[in-house]
């Protein structure tokens, strides 16, 4: 797959963002969505992960089901993806669009208080 550039990337997130179910997104309050090209230190040490690992995107806040009635005058929180983990396992366009598609939805469910175990059952489900 050749070079994506940011401008790029960005307007493929966009794209789908806006082909996300309005169920979804509807209630995306107090939220950023943004890319890098990979995560940084401060995250990979977050997640402990190993050198062999590929983050494909990553939900950092405070979800949903945890918010309490004191929750407010917080910074955003944050849903990243990255644009060459990204690129790593697709082997052309379409295949990335859709990983995209399918991470940024993948993190909107942490943010709505899912954990991986019911995300993989729901997709499951899907297939």
């Known amino acids: 797959m050749h070079d994506i550039s940011d401008d790029q990337f960005a307007k493929l997130i966009s794209r789908a963002i806006d082909e996300m179910p309005p169920k979804y997104v509807e209630h995306l309050d107090n939220i950023v ?9 401060h995250q990979t040490a977050k997640l402990r ?3 062999d690992s590929l983050l494909l995107g990553l939900y950092e806040g405070i979800p949903l089901t945890q918010r309490g009635a004191g929750y407010n005058l917080v ?3 944050k849903i990243t993806l990255f644009k060459f983990p990204l690129m790593a396992i697709s ?15 993948h993190e909107i469910a942490h943010f709505y208080g899912l954990d991986h175990d019911k995300i993989h059952e729901i997709e499951r489900n899907w297939r």
């Open 33 to 41: 969505i943004t890319y890098a090209d990979e995560p940084d230190q």
């Open 49 to 51: 992960m190993r050198g």
């Open 75 to 77: 910074l955003p929180d």
């Open 91 to 105: 082997h052309d366009e379409e295949r990335f669009y859709r990983e995209i598609k399918h991470t940024l939805w």
